[in-house]
């Protein structure tokens, strides 16, 4: 028997898993991480062509980010479920934080560390700035799982 999820995500889930990814995210490389991520990327904060000499479209990366909270939200709570049915081969999936953190984990693991590590290979970045972005990767998936159990997504 299939397990009953939910097919609709409310979008109040999904607005506040938005801001606290963007939270995240402002935290993870602001005070959090900023001075050994900059360095890592290659940027000098002191040279009087900085940000001005990085040619950033600030706009497209305003709109990639709150594209990328949004549907890692929407991923989490679609997703998840359907790993929780096939590691616990339940009629019903409960609301069990530990078990969501697992497929969480499993997806991150799965999805994400491999061509997250195969881009920074490719792009020369330093080891630093794989694991700053590989941890900051798998705790917004956490808080977006742990929301939607808490929300009752699934």
Request: with cysteine.
């Amino acid at each position: 028997m299939a397990p009953l999820i939910n097919a609709s995500t409310p979008w109040t889930f999904l607005v506040v898993a938005s801001i606290v990814d963007w939270l995240v995210g402002i935290w993870w490389h602001g005070s959090l991480f900023q001075k050994p991520w900059i360095s890592g990327m290659r940027k000098d904060k002191n040279n009087q062509k900085w940000p001005e000499g990085v040619p950033i479209n600030m706009t497209l990366c305003v709109a990639t980010s709150t594209f990328s909270s949004i549907a890692q939200a929407f991923l989490s709570a679609h997703i998840v479920p359907h790993l929780l049915y096939g590691i616990r081969g339940a009629e019903k999936i409960e609301n069990d934080y530990v078990s969501a953190l697992l497929a969480t984990s499993i997806l991150v693991l799965g999805y994400t560390v491999m061509p997250t590590m195969e881009n920074a290979v490719w792009s020369d970045r330093p080891a630093s700035v794989l694991a700053i972005n590989l941890s900051k990767t798998f705790v917004r998936f956490s808080i977006s799982t742990i929301l939607a159990v808490y929300f009752g997504v699934f």
